[in-house]
Structures are given as structure tokens and as C-alpha cells.
């Protein structure tokens, strides 16, 4: 693991074609597109150098215009954006990949995803649209690409069907759905897992267990489970449109968790039933 350059070093996870990753970046999920230039803009003056969008977020051009008015080269910020569950076939896939650089100003994406794998639409073909994302890693326009929200046999099929294995996958993560056997398979295939709704909506917060190790270190408890996300190896991008939340959130490389703080936060799992999101083997949801 190595750092990458900002106000404050943030650690960095190699994938498995080579470039590397901030391990914590800046979310932009529900942030309105009229809010989003400056949100990004104060992330990235606190330290942040990886932001998360998607085509279904609505607000990639903020987040190019949020990069451009932080002063930074394009080169100095990873983005990632993820393909709009409309557009699975490839030629609409390759048309949305289009847009997308279009909105961010830019002429290649650091990590594209396929958003969700959507098995009960489209013929429940997903590997075609894979087939297609790997076009852009060849065309230089996609640095890496990778999944969202894929299950253990949809990344099997994957590996029988196709010739590239997702950089990452970005599952729902938290300590009441630890998810670990997607993240055991990403592991022993190579794939990093990125965590979205890393606090559980906000859920885990009031925990006793959290309030106790965030009195015991003197932090706030959002910051002990980002801290329990990065110490496990996952990447993980909070999100939060308050400038004083978002620098907490990005205060979290001052202070560790101990053997039985880690073990404590991890045995808050509840399995299924602490999901918060939809089951990737129904979720169907497509924008009008």
C-alpha cells in the first residue's frame, strides 16, 4: 500500500491491472447536481482525491466542474462513474460511456462500473455489457474497469464468459452486513472490494458497541466505522454535502483500531437482514 499526493497523504490500493486507488474517496450519491461543483470543490480542498458518481447520480458534470474550480489537473483527481441501468446493450452502453466523459469535461474516466448486474432484465445477459466496457480499457478511455453490486455468481460467470476480471466490485458494506463472502471470493480473485453505504444509512452510529470505541479514542463514531472499513482493506467513499462532516470523515488516518475494537465492529453483523439496499438477484430498476 502506498500513499498518493494531496494536503494530507491518502493510502492507495493497487488492482490487479496495475493502477492504483485512494483507498477512501468522496461519494456524490443524492448530492443535487446545482450543489455538486462546490461539494466536490471542498472535499478536494480538505484532501480528498477520489470521487464516486455514476451516470444515474445526475451530477457528473459537477463533479468535472467541481475539479476544475479546485484548480487541480484533471491527472491529480481518480474518478469513478458507473453505467446507467438503462443502457446494458452495448451500443447504448458505449453511447452512455460517451456522455459520461462528455459531463465530466474529460477525456478518459480513472474506474467505470457496470452499476448493477440486473439478472432478471435484459435476458439476463450482464457479460455482454461487460464485453463492452472492456473496449474502453482498450481505447485508453477507461483506465480500469469494474462491477457494482455483483454476487458470487455473477462474478463467476464473468470469469467463465470473458477474458478480464473486474478491478473491483462495490457492494453495500457495513457492520450490520459485513457481506464477507463476496468479499472473501473478491479476495481470493483478486478484486477489490469498495463498500457503499459504509455507516449503514446512518444505522450503526447510535450502536452502543460504536459509541463505546468512539469514547475510548475520543472520536465521533462515524469516524470509528470508516476507520474499522479501511483497517479491513476495503475502499470506502462517505458522502456528505456539511463541510464539517466532510472533513471528519477524511480525519480518520490518526488513530487505529485495536484487535478487539476490529473483532467487535465486525461481529455486529446480522447477515440478510441488515441489508439497507436491494438484493442484486431482483433488483430491477430502470430510470424512465
Known amino acids: ?54 451516470q444515474m447520480y445526475g451530477n457528473e458534470k459537477g463533479v468535472g466542474d467541481g475539479i476544475r474550480d479546485a484548480g487541480l489537473d484533471r491527472g491529480a483527481v481518480y474518478v469513478t462513474s458507473k453505467l446507467n441501468n438503462g443502457f446494458h446493450r452495448p451500443d447504448d452502453a458505449r453511447r452512455a460511456f460517451d456522455a459520461t466523459l462528455d459531463e465530466l469535461g474529460s477525456d478518459y474516466v480513472d474506474l467505470f462500473l457496470i452499476h448493477w448486474p440486473l439478472p432478471t432484465l435484459y435476458e439476463g445477459d450482464f457479460v455482454s455489457t461487460w464485453q463492452t466496457c472492456e473496449e474502453f480499457t482498450v481505447d485508453g478511455r477507461a483506465r480500469s474497469i469494474g462491477v457494482s453490486n455483483f454476487a458470487i455468481h455473477h462474478l463467476q460467470e464473468l470469469a467463465r464468459e470473458t477474458a478480464t476480471a473486474p478491478a473491483v466490485n462495490q457492494i453495500e458494506v457495513h457492520p450490520y452486513f459485513t457481506n464477507d463472502a463476496v468479499r472473501a471470493y473478491g479476495t481470493e480473485h483478486n478484486i477489490v472490494t469498495e463498500a457503499w453505504s459504509p455507516i449503514a444509512r446512518g444505522a450503526v452510529l447510535g450502536d452502543p458497541v460504536v459509541i463505546r470505541i468512539a469514547k475510548s479514542l475520543g472520536v465521533r463514531p462515524a469516524q470509528v466505522v470508516l476507520r474499522w472499513h479501511i483497517q479491513r482493506g476495503d475502499i470506502v467513499f ?11 470523515n477524511f480525519e480518520i488516518f490518526d488513530f487505529d483500531l485495536n484487535d478487539e475494537e476490529l473483532e467487535a465492529l465486525t461481529t455486529l453483523d446480522r447477515g440478510e437482514p441488515g441489508r439497507r439496499g436491494p438484493n442484486p438477484d431482483t433488483f430491477a430498476y430502470v430510470p424512465a
Not at 494531496?6 to 490500493?13: A, C, F, L, N, Q
Not at 483507498?23 to 471542498?42: C, I, K, N, S
Not at 462517505?238 to 471528519?248: A, F, G, H, N, Y
Open 238 to 248: 462517505p458522502k456528505s454535502v456539511d463541510p464539517q462532516r466532510i472533513r471528519e
Open 1 to 54: 500500500m502506498s500513499s498518493i499526493d494531496g494536503p494530507v497523504p491518502t493510502p492507495t490500493i493497487t488492482l490487479n491491472d496495475g493502477h492504483r486507488i485512494p483507498q477512501l474517496g468522496f461519494g456524490v450519491y443524492q448530492v443535487p447536481p446545482e450543489d455538486t461543483a462546490a461539494t466536490v470543490r471542498t472535499a478536494l480542498e480538505i484532501g480528498y482525491r477520489h470521487i464516486d458518481t455514476a
